[in-house]
């Protein structure tokens, strides 16, 4: 046997790879959007804190009355976040309802004007993200109210979010380095993870590839608990083995049989053959041969008619399942085979089975001819009813019986009992076992019972059929 080359990376380990990489990539990609969503929170709540924090001193530092606004601590105004562009300054409008600046920030001068919407009407703290030239702010609003609670402004503070979009950069460039290092990493340990997953199989694969023909009463042994999937694969292919091993042995010894079954009538024919040749004979020699011939031939067909019954009873043909009347086969069919023997029949009336009516003619034909043939032709009962839970067939003789050891061994292919051969009673061993076959094929089963005072009782027990 040529044995191919295993690749590295086989299909299976390819596509193992490829759904282990394309599951971590998605995991790693939700992962980021994720990342994304929780890190553009957390700054932006960072920001609006320190945004909060400013209004609120800003709103500390200011007095309001009849609408109008005075400054009492300038102190918070000349901080150097709201007097000069620092790295975190802070751009400070107050306006009125109709959008004139009451107070700004000196930085305002330093920076520019930072528009106003009169429209945006706000009833608390109020946060936004706002897109000024090259910049990005974050701006804050929040509602002052004189001691009458009427709205006199409306305070605006912005923030360069400069950090903010510097960690997000940042973020973004690390992605781009990381992902596909990460990718890498991925792909080199799904393939090792493959390798080791499957090196179990492989060498469960390569036990199971030694076994051959010739070896087959070898078995796979590889250290796995039973409910384990590698412990389930190796009892599977072992009881795999175990079949083919039964169905060679099966095979072998239904050959031998079957070649020592034709082999007797086609010696017998050759032998005839012979006599009649070796020199003239008269006419009632070579009639007396070509019975003998037809004799053997008819042994040879019987034979082979039986086999070919016996095989396509193995491949579980369904087909012709019908119903039909039992007590009216055996009066119409059976009875008429056998008219020339002593075969007493008891039969209820209106019997039904289900299954094929002329296979099940063939079953009971080859029982009551056997019945007879190891009873010397002595009478033979047959009966029919039905029983508790069952249709019960029973086939009587008061023979030679058969000993409780080879109760069961009489349903191989071609098994002669020790009293057959001793007795000299012809057969071919087949009788039996095409019965089972046909019988079992029906659902139903055949047993072996000894008969009182001497002889074998064969029970068929065949499901109920009711018509209604």
Known sequence: MIKLKKPFLTDTVKRFV??????????????????????????????????????????????????????????????????????????????????????????????????????????????????????????????????????????QIATFEKQFKSIFSNLIIFNLFSIPVIILIIVIASIILAKKSFSPINKIISIADNISAKNLEERIEYKAKSNDELGRLRDTLNKLFERIETYIDQLSQFTDHASHQLMNPLTAIKAELEYILKRKRTEKEYEETLNKLLLQTDRMIKIVKTLLIISKQERKDKKNQQIFNLTNLIKEKVKPEFVKYDVNYSLEEGIYLKGDSDKFFIAIVNLIDNALKYSDNSPV??????????????????????SDTEKLKVFDRF????????????????????????????????????????GTVITIELQIITLD
């Open 18 to 155: 490829f759904w282990n990489a394309l599951i971590f990539l998605a995991i790693l990609i939700l992962f980021n959007i994720f990342l994304f969503v929780v890190i553009n929170f957390i700054l932006h709540e960072s920001i609006d804190i320190r945004l909060k924090h400013e209004i609120e001193n800003v709103v500390a530092s200011l007095e309001i009355t009849d609408s109008a606004i005075t400054i009492i601590d300038f102190s918070e105004f000349n901080e150097p976040d709201l007097s000069d562009i620092t790295e975190t300054p802070y751009f400070l409008q107050i306006y009125d309802e109709s959008g004139e600046v009451l107070i700004s920030s000196k930085n305002i001068e330093l920076y520019r004007t930072i528009p106003i919407d009169t429209l945006f009407l706000v009833d608390d703290y109020t946060f936004l993200d706002f897109e000024f030239g090259n910049d990005d702010l974050r701006i804050g609003y929040f509602p002052l109210y004189d001691s009458a609670g009427t709205k006199a402004a409306t305070l």
């Open 381 to 402: 009962d047959v009966s029919i009813s039905i029983g508790d839970d069952a249709t019960v067939v029973k086939i009587s003789d008061t023979g030679i019986g058969i």
């Open 415 to 454: 098994y002669r009992t020790e009293n057959s051969e001793r007795l000299g009673i012809g057969g071919y061993g087949l009788g039996l076992s095409l019965a089972q076959s046909i019988v079992e094929d029906m659902g139903s089963r055949i047993l072996i019972f000894d008969n009182n005072p001497k």
